[in-house]
């Protein structure tokens, strides 16, 4: 803003001040000088003004001193690849999603709905447009006279006031006539509802936009009335934020009891962080202990980084009528926005100023949004490596198992004692003359049958149970994240799925079929012995996996007086190298079976993490990237 130097060292606006109220940047004393405007008899060229019809950059002015680095530009051939990255970004932002509940999630997801509003509603409109209305937003504490403000603005009530007003779900947007189309649906946050009105405009939703179109307003310059940011409903703050993203100037107005308030330095910090285009007014401001109010406003000012912005003071006053201030109290506010809209310098500096504001803030805003996606791409990495983790052991633990001999226990171990016990196997061998003996070849069969159904229980429970454990291990450590309890729970990971036993008991039996096939596969018995000599493939294949399942590695073995290999008989009938062959396809194939077991039982994990929406590492990179794009194209 154009200022100059007074006697005294300080700075002072040009324009003479209306009435002693206000206090330029550095400077918390009285301004004395300039005559005092009725607003009643003020007219919207005195209130407002500005040239007739849209002003042209034709040629922009130079930016304020206290910047340095790119500039806004008019509409020209570098522009066109400053939207085509800042469009490549938006595109990026909007690819992100972040898994809820998770670290970073809240976070993440904030940072990703600000970024894109201001891309969508503030940045990318006035790329495309170099005559985009410039848009004032009167923000600040519930009760400060906001409205009653607004309306002393524009110079007639386009919005209704009190302390309970209606405005702080129903923001008003005072505009000319002919800039209406400008704040339409397809224009000016779109996913915002709104209604048209003449004159004042009435109480909307909660919710919805009210545009108040008015004669009074100049083409090209808009009002907005927003909802107060510190109101007791929390969706009025993101209300309030989503509006004061899209507008080129603050005008932040508290009071003199809330001016200290935590909520309203948030906003405050967020106009110094983004170097906006900014005016304070503290009202309602008591004439009793006014210069030690003021002055400690603007040392909180100062000592927040914000000395730059522009103040003004509003007395305690009833001078109001119709909605707005009938006395000149206001008229030192409306002389500054006269000369912001009236000139087009000024009305370029403040637009540019908050423009550039809002590219730099990308340079930490847009990295903050990458750290939050690594922050959910690492609770990826525990999470999928606390699944790995678990299921690994246990398909070790099951491989293990079942080469150990540990299974040969219980019902299996009994089982098989009375097999070998009862010469089943000797008689299941017979010459090819010799006849079938009815009542032994049953006893044989049931004994078989017995000690089929025991391994085949003693492999299922080994494979339930590991899945179990696998289960209990990854909820285990999923639960050292937050969110991850959540995660589990919701996809009903906590135990093994309820039909696994039936699945193994099926893939149990198809193995067996395949064991009996390699055993009945032709030339696999020695010739010599084929020729005179008939067995039972069913119950050597059981031989075969007894073997298989470490019979003759544990120390029962001995102890039980069961140590005779089984693998004896086998190579008598099939010999060594047969058997061994025969032995390594089979226990691959057993380990074939199990893995695909285990893996359909991590599968539930896997896709449970690939359902909940975290992001890649990539999305992060792709971020920085788009950063680095950005400062190029400026």
């Known amino acids: 803003m154009t200022a100059k130097t007074d006697e005294k060292g300080g700075t002072a606006m040009t324009r003479p001040p209306a009435v002693p109220e206000a206090t330029g940047p550095g400077d918390t004393g009285d301004h004395a000088g300039g005559r005092a405007r009725d607003p009643e008899s003020a007219g919207p060229a005195d209130l407002l003004a500005a040239p007739s019809g849209r002003h042209e950059r034709e040629s922009p002015p130079p930016a304020p001193e206290t910047r340095s680095g790119p500039k806004h530009r008019g509409p020209v051939a570098s522009d066109q690849q400053l939207e085509a990255v800042l469009n490549g970004l938006r595109t990026r932002i909007r690819g992100i999603e972040f898994a809820e509940g998770m670290p970073g999630a809240e976070e993440g997801a904030t940072a990703r709905a600000d970024v894109l509003d201001q891309l969508d509603h503030y940045v990318l409109p006035r790329v495309r447009s170099a005559d985009t209305p410039l848009l004032i937003a009167v923000a600040g504490s519930t009760g400060a006279g906001k409205s009653t403000l607004v309306n002393s603005l524009v110079g007639e009530q386009v919005t209704t006031t009190g302390v309970r007003r209606p405005t702080t779900n129903s923001p008003v947007l005072a505009c000319n006539p002919k800039d209406v189309g400008w704040f339409s649906e397809a224009s000016f946050l779109p996913s915002l509802p709104r209604v048209r009105q003449e004159g004042l405009a009435m109480p909307g939703k909660d919710g919805m936009l009210v545009l108040a179109a008015s004669e009074c307003m100049p083409e090209g310059v808009a009002l907005l009335d927003t909802p107060d940011v510190d109101s007791a409903v929390a969706a009025h703050h993101e209300f309030a934020a989503k509006f004061l993203d899209a507008a080129d100037l603050w005008i932040f107005v508290t009071t003199s009891r809330r001016y200290a308030d935590a909520r309203v330095w948030e906003f405050l910090q967020v106009a110094r962080d983004r170097d906006t285009s900014l005016a304070v007014v503290m009202s309602r401001v008591p004439r009793i202990g006014r210069e030690q ?181 990854v909820a285990e450590q999923w639960s050292t994240v937050a969110g991850g309890d959540g995660l589990a729970d919701r996809n009903g990971l906590r135990h093994r799925s309820d039909d696994l036993p039936e699945r ?44 298989l399942l470490g019979f003759g590695t544990s120390e029962f073995s001995v102890s039980q007086g ?34 695909t077991l285990m893996d359909e039982e991590k599968r539930r994990f896997t896709d449970a993490l690939a359902a909940a929406g975290l992001p890649d590492e990539d999305d992060a990179v792709q971020l920085y990237q788009a950063t680095y794009n950005l400062e190029i194209a400026r």
């Open 504 to 547: 193994t008991r099926a893939a149990l039996r198809g193995w067996q079929g395949r064991v009996v096939e390699m055993i009945a596969a032709d030339g696999v018995a020695k010739r010599s012995v084929a020729r005179f000599v008939i067995y039972d493939k069913e119950a050597f294949a059981l031989v075969l996996i007894i073997g």
């Open 293 to 473: 109010l003021v002055s400690h406003f603007g040392a909180m000012l100062e000592a927040n980084g914000l000395g730059h912005a522009t103040r003004f003071t509003i007395p305690e006053t009833d001078q109001i009528g119709g909605g707005r201030f009938t006395a000149n109290t206001a008229d030192q506010i409306r002389g500054h926005l006269a000369e912001v809209a009236g000139d087009l310098a000024q009305r370029d500096t403040v637009s540019r100023r908050t423009f550039l504001g809002v590219l730099d803030s990308f340079r930490t805003r847009v990295p903050e949004l990458a750290k939050q996606v690594e922050t959910q791409v690492e609770a990826h990495r525990v999470l999928r490596s606390g699944v790995d983790s678990a299921f690994s052991s246990a398909l070790a633990e099951l491989d293990e198992s079942t080469r150990n001999g540990s299974l040969l226990r219980g019902n299996v171990l009994a089982r098989w004692q009375d097999v070998a016990a009862s010469g089943a196997l000797a008689r299941s061998l017979r010459l090819r003359a010799q006849k079938r003996r009815a009542t032994r070849e049953d006893s044989t069969a049931e004994r078989v049958q017995a000690l089929e159904q025991a391994i085949h229980d003693a492999i299922e429970a080994l494979v339930v149970s590991g899945a179990e454990r696998a289960a209990e291990d």
């Open 562 to 595: 069961t140590s005779a290999p089984p693998q004896r008989l086998l190579k008598g009938l099939f010999g060594s190298e047969s058997l061994r062959n025969i032995g390594a396809m089979a226990r691959q194939d057993l380990r074939t079976c199990v893995t």
